[in-house]
């Protein structure tokens, strides 16, 4: 079965300070995963995937096969950074269906 | 663009009665919708996969007679609740996939159901 864990419900750091939001998953095979935002009363949104290896508002992930984690990283935190993330698993895009599995998610909070 | 609606934003109804949500994307087609619900202070659980002009494939323990999914055009899906409950009260959120861009899933704004 697979499954996507956030071991953190809140992160709270400064402003300018890095942040790191972990992931680690469980699937047997190689998943598409991705990062999803929501900012405060807005819907959710794509941040990035593991396979555009694009840096996305200053935000890199990293998947590790080894450690089976996808990691969400940026190096200097910014207070329009608040909002809840989502890691998503789902099979490979050609497989069917297409689902997305979500991990718990992490509200990040950056304070002024 | 790529912009998915949902309608209503936010619904009450009585015990026993029938609620439709409807999903749509406003400026792409998808063959395949999605149906997630959210508890407060919960991650998104998918419910069903929604596919044009076939019938609904349903996750383990959602019941199907109980949330009817109809997807009759490539641009909308509707999720009926029938003979809703107080314990069906959620935030209701559908997602269309866009098979013309790299399978991307583009999420409708949700929909708040309270039963009473």
């Known amino acids: 079965a697979q499954r996507v864990t956030q071991p953190e419900k809140l992160l709270s750091v400064f402003k300018g300070a890095p942040v790191e939001l972990k992931c680690n998953y469980s699937y047997s095979g190689s998943p598409e995963l991705f990062w999803y935002v929501q900012y405060s009363r807005q819907r959710l949104q794509l941040l990035l995937r593991h396979i555009s290896r694009e840096s996305i508002k200053g935000f890199t992930a990293d998947l590790n096969k080894g450690e089976t984690s996808f990691h969400l990283k940026k190096p200097f935190a910014q207070e329009e950074d608040s909002a809840m993330y989502y890691c998503a698993l789902s099979p490979p895009i050609k497989a069917a269906g297409n689902k997305l599995t979500f991990g718990g998610g992490t509200r990040v909070l950056v304070k002024p | 663009g790529a912009v998915v609606s949902q309608h209503p934003s936010r619904v009450i109804c009585k015990s026993g009665t029938s609620v439709k949500i409807e999903c749509r994307s406003l400026d792409f087609q998808a063959t395949t919708m999605f149906w997630y619900r959210q508890f407060p202070k919960q991650s998104l659980m998918l419910m069903a996969t929604?596919?044009?002009?076939?019938?609904?494939?349903?996750e383990q323990g959602v019941e199907k007679d109980k949330f009817l999914i109809n997807h009759a055009s490539l641009t909308l899906s509707t999720l009926t609740v029938t003979s809703a409950h107080p314990e069906d009260s959620s935030f209701y959120i559908c997602?269309?996939?866009?098979?013309?861009?790299?399978?991307?899933?583009?999420f409708g704004p949700g929909t708040r159901l309270t039963v009473t």
């Open positions: 997602s269309a996939r866009n098979s013309g861009s790299n399978y991307e899933q583009y």
């Open positions: 929604s596919n044009e002009g076939s019938k609904a494939t349903y």
